[in-house]
């Protein structure tokens, strides 16, 4: 079953899905597994293995939704005495368990493949992201010339996203070459769950860009949700200093520093 269940926790981190690991690390007396015993909790409260079934098994699922809510694992103590006393069993031990939130790396998706976007995919493989890298080009979006890139999509970018659907720990970095595809590719953008969404251009072309949006009746308090422009104020100039730039401020995202 242990097997069972590591297979299921990898398949789970490759989808880019949270799960979070109960084990039973130290029992007294009469429990109802013994240590060592496993279960897989995954954010919507399913489960796959147990770890004693009863009150216990749903407090410890309980308490796995919020481990993977803060992040963080803890351990968690039950004495299965007395239900009256608000014990979760009556066999007479204790039970201790750790629970392991296990998180996806975090993923930038690339929209835009030109001198920036490649910069941006080469720092964040660097740095440790998951890469996603789209041009609707198709000469553009060669995974041989994409090496840093863990996925790379072309053709409509609502089918990418339908294959690849951004997560609550996905950023998206729209580095695209005209106005043209922004006011096309965003709105496809903001539908999704993305944790950011960055726009790389100047002031004035975000600024005639939303009114556009506007006029064509897209909701204004969603366009909120655009960070344009995109990145942290280093003068940058170059392609390389760009992607400093754009990464640098996702990270102070991700860190609650921005």
């Known amino acids: ?34 240590a060592g015993s496993k279960m897989l909790v995954y954010p919507d409260g399913t489960t796959l293995g147990t770890i004693g079934g009863g009150e216990m098994e749903a407090r410890v699922i309980r308490e796995s939704l919020a481990c993977l809510a803060e992040g963080r694992p803890r351990l968690v103590d039950y004495q299965l005495v007395n239900p009256a006393q608000g014990d979760p069993g009556v066999c007479g031990g204790e039970v201790r368990l750790y629970l392991e939130p296990h998180m996806p790396t975090p993923t930038v998706m690339v929209i835009g493949c030109g001198h920036v976007g490649r ?25 041989a010339s994409l090496p840093h890139a863990d996925v790379v999509v072309s053709g409509s970018l609502a089918d990418a996203l339908l294959e690849h659907p951004p997560t609550t720990d996905t950023h998206i970095v729209m580095v695209t070459r005209n106005m043209a595809l922004d ?8 539908a999704t769950s993305a944790r950011t969404i960055g726009l790389m251009g100047s ?28 990145g942290v104020e280093l003068n940058a100039e170059t392609p390389e200093e760009i992607a400093v730039s754009i990464l640098a401020e996702v990270v102070g995202l991700r860190r609650g520093a921005l």
């Open 183 to 190: 006011l096309e590719l965003l709105p496809v953008a903001i």
């Open 1 to 34: 079953m242990e097997q069972v269940l590591i297979r299921a926790l990898l398949a789970a981190l490759d989808r880019g899905d949270a799960v979070a690991m109960a084990t039973v690390v130290s029992t007294s007396r009469s429990v109802p597994r013994h």
């Open 203 to 230: 002031k004035r072309r975000w600024d005639t860009t939303r009114e556009r949006l506007i006029g064509m009746g897209f909701d204004s308090e969603a366009l909120g949700r655009v960070r344009s422009p995109i």
């Open 119 to 143: 910069a941006v995919i080469d720092l964040a493989h660097w740095m440790g992201f998951r890469v996603i890298a789209y041009d609707d080009r198709p000469d553009q979006a060669e995974p």
